[in-house]
């Protein structure tokens, strides 16, 4: 592909298989697209990237930037800086990997560091559980990611058709299956990490010093070997899980203990359940697969759903089940259609039985028991103080929308390097100050209130249960707003409460586009970006993130919010107060939803 070129979905190179006696598998030479034949033909991740990151100009071509999404990085340009016949205002936003959140505070330093000198001076954490950095000019990004590396740190992988930051709950608990799914989501996040696009990474970033190289534990090391054998093996030597065409698209894995569902699990391409014996050893996995948030509107071949139930697996076989289940994936998933590539669509073509007769007869070959019954799932925040463990506390300190800037920022870098505190971010999008001592905590606790940054009755439930995506004006698939107007949207909608005076809260999110990057599907109340200032409105969800919503209106203006809703909610409060927002409407017919909504929106 030459440098500039667009890609263009649909298009088909044809190659013969490399090696026989392998899987059906795109990366040993199936039928591909244009853009899977680029990526095979990118000496792993990293051509052009290299030339380009040498040369004087202030913005990567289209085929780095493809490429710079595996290396944690997306180029970007602000919208509110266009001028008619200038450039534009280019500008790379950075993610990080950090399995389950966890953020030391040697990293976080680094970053608040980078991020006031080279970025918007701002952090933003992520659904995943990851910080974000806006704002770095393409000439600065090999400090900015050299920097992480040194700093402990990686954006290896957080982006890009490739296993994505791997989620746990983000509570430091030391008792109880916690321990064991923070060190199972680290090793899924080591097991999955490129092994040759790693080199490339460091080559790029760090000059080839290898010895930033991810060390995999011993168990670990030894289930990477399975990747060189059977239909695991991807055909490449150099790359034996993934090839040279990594995945078809995004892969997401999430790890919980029973009754946590602070990572939205059934959100995920994989999620497990872990359970453990009397001393926290693991036992075994509730397996659920095929889930997933993003769809284009206009378009009923795309869509939201949430993952399915698998069943039970053992603890030994955990890791090559995980691996498994990616193979399968890489294999089947749609190379040629992006908008029809994730796990989610093999599955609902297919079937769940189809996937598990793959999975036991070709790839996993081992047994897949009944699931296990499990608690029911709660969201939890972990917002305010908890003991972390005998002696040691953790802070959970709510961030609107993620965003970390200006004094409370300071604060908390002041709190971090003076105490030496690491963070773990929520997929809630806040963050936790962890490993507290006792005798830490008074004063902790002193400055976060007399900062503001911690309220006594940990925050409005509308403001911590509520996310949105950044959107406006840099995400360049942005419609229309969302982080920046969500406070008041927020406010809105807590003073309609307050004038119907219902008391009981609802869980909403917004983005805006259809992509889903704050999960907006399985809120009760959703606004989904679909014109400016219009949203589609999804109804229906749950407190408990356990049911897909279902979208009743595709282009209401946000004027218009308060209006349309207000018989909806006055029907709740008549009828059903108490169950949930999400259950009532989940009692109503469409029809009558429909006509609730009418109602409210002809209103003088």
């Known amino acids: 592909m030459a440098n500039g070129e667009a890609v263009t979905e649909g298009e088909t190179i044809s190659h013969q298989a490399s090696a026989k006696g392998i899987s059906p598998c795109i990366a040993s030479?199936?039928?591909?697209?244009?853009?899977?034949?680029?990526?095979?033909?990118?000496?792993?991740?990293?051509?052009?990237?290299?030339?380009?990151?040498?040369?004087?100009?202030?913005?990567?071509?289209?085929?780095?930037?493809?490429?710079?999404?595996?290396?944690?990085?997306?180029?970007?340009?602000?919208?509110?800086?266009?001028?008619?016949?200038?450039?534009?205002?280019?500008q790379m936003m950075l993610r990080l990997r950090s399995p389950g959140g966890r953020i030391p505070a040697e990293l976080y330093i680094a970053l608040d560091d980078l991020s006031n000198r080279l970025g918007n001076k701002t952090l933003r954490a992520t659904t995943r559980q990851a910080f974000q950095m806006?704002?770095?000019?393409?000439?600065?990004?090999?400090?900015?990611?050299?920097?992480?590396?040194?700093?402990?740190?990686?954006?290896?992988?957080?982006?890009?058709?490739?296993?994505?930051?791997?989620?746990?709950?983000?509570?430091?608990?030391e008792y109880g299956a916690y321990p064991a799914a923070r060190l199972l989501a680290n090793e899924i996040a080591d097991l999955l990490s490129p092994k040759a696009a790693e080199n490339s990474y460091l080559d790029l970033w760090m000059d080839g010093d290898l010895k930033y190289q991810i060390r995999p534990s011993k168990k670990v090391r030894k289930a990477r070997d399975i990747q060189h054998k059977g239909n695991i093996y991807s055909g490449d030597s150099n790359e034996p899980l993934y090839g040279t065409t990594y995945m078809p698209r995004?892969?997401?894995?999430?790890?919980?203990?029973?009754?946590?569902?602070?990572?939205?699990?059934?959100?995920?391409?994989?999620?497990?359940?872990?359970?453990?014996?009397?001393?926290?050893?693991?036992?075994?996995?509730?397996?659920?697969?095929?889930?997933?948030?993003?769809?284009?509107?206009?378009?009923?071949?795309?869509?939201?759903?949430?993952?399915?139930?698998?069943?039970?697996?053992?603890?030994?076989?955990?890791?090559?089940?995980?691996?498994?289940?990616?193979?399968?994936?890489?294999?089947?998933?749609?190379?040629?259609?992006?908008?029809?590539?994730?796990?989610?669509?093999?599955?609902?073509?297919?079937?769940?039985d189809w996937f598990k007769d793959k999975l036991i007869n070709k790839y996993f070959n081992e047994t897949i028991k009944p699931m296990r019954a499990e608690p029911k799932m709660k969201l939890e925040d972990y917002l305010g103080w908890h003991k972390q463990s005998p002696g040691k506390w953790f802070v959970g300190i709510p961030l609107m929308s993620g965003r970390l800037k200006g004094?409370?920022?300071?604060?908390?870098?002041?709190?971090?390097?003076?105490?030496?505190?690491?963070?773990?971010?929520?997929?809630?999008?806040?963050?936790?100050?962890?490993?507290?001592?006792?005798?830490q905590r008074k004063t902790i606790k002193d400055i976060l209130i007399e900062s503001g940054l911690l309220q006594s009755d940990n925050g409005n439930y509308l403001k911590k249960h509520s996310i949105a995506c950044p959107a406006l004006p840099l995400c360049g698939l942005a419609i229309t707003e969302a982080e920046r107007s969500f406070p008041s949207i927020l406010k809105r909608i807590e003073e309609q409460l307050n004038k119907l005076e219902i008391k009981n809260k609802i869980l909403i999110r917004m983005t805006g586009c259809p992509?889903?990057?704050?999960?907006?599907?399985?809120?009760?109340?959703?606004?989904?970006?679909?014109?400016?200032?219009?949203?589609?409105?999804w109804l229906g969800g749950t407190p408990n993130l356990q049911r897909l919503a279902k979208p009743y209106?595709?282009?209401?203006?946000?004027?218009?919010?308060?209006?349309?809703?207000?018989?909806?909610?006055?029907?709740?409060?008549?009828?059903?107060?108490?169950?949930?927002?999400?259950?009532?409407?989940?009692?109503?017919?469409?029809?009558?939803?429909?006509?609730?909504?009418?109602?409210?929106?002809?209103?003088?």
């Open 553 to 604: 209106l595709q282009k209401m203006h946000i004027d218009e919010l308060e209006k349309t809703i207000e018989p909806l909610l006055l029907n709740w409060k008549e009828k059903n107060m108490r169950i949930s927002f999400g259950d009532h409407i989940n009692t109503l017919s469409d029809q009558q939803i429909i006509s609730l909504l009418s109602a409210g929106s002809q209103e003088p």
């Open 250 to 352: 995004k892969f997401k894995c999430a790890v919980t203990v029973p009754g946590d569902n602070s990572v939205d699990l059934l959100t995920n391409d994989i999620g497990l359940v872990v359970f453990t014996n009397s001393s926290g050893s693991l036992k075994g996995c509730n397996v659920y697969i095929g889930g997933g948030m993003g769809r284009t509107h206009n378009n009923e071949t795309t869509f939201a759903r949430i993952a399915e139930p698998l069943g039970f697996v053992d603890a030994n076989n955990i890791l090559n089940l995980v691996q498994s289940i990616l193979a399968i994936q890489r294999d089947y998933g749609d190379r040629k259609n992006r908008k029809h590539s994730r796990m989610k669509y093999l599955i609902q073509d297919r079937g769940i």
């Open 515 to 537: 992509n889903g990057c704050a999960r907006p599907y399985m809120a009760e109340l959703a606004l989904v970006g679909s014109g400016v200032n219009q949203y589609q409105l």
């Open 134 to 173: 806006h704002g770095i000019r393409k000439g600065n990004l090999k400090e900015v990611i050299s920097t992480i590396i040194k700093s402990m740190g990686s954006t290896l992988a957080a982006c890009g058709d490739i296993t994505r930051n791997v989620m746990a709950p983000a509570a430091p608990y």
């Open 407 to 439: 004094n409370p920022k300071e604060i908390l870098r002041k709190i971090i390097e003076t105490h030496k505190v690491d963070i773990r971010i929520t997929p809630n999008q806040d963050i936790l100050l962890c490993n507290i001592g006792n005798h």
């Open 29 to 90: 030479g199936a039928e591909r697209s244009k853009f899977e034949q680029f990526k095979a033909d990118s000496c792993y991740l990293a051509t052009p990237l290299t030339g380009e990151l040498k040369n004087s100009a202030e913005h990567f071509t289209n085929d780095s930037v493809q490429l710079l999404k595996f290396h944690g990085s997306y180029q970007q340009d602000n919208r509110e800086n266009r001028k008619k016949g200038e450039d534009k205002d280019w």
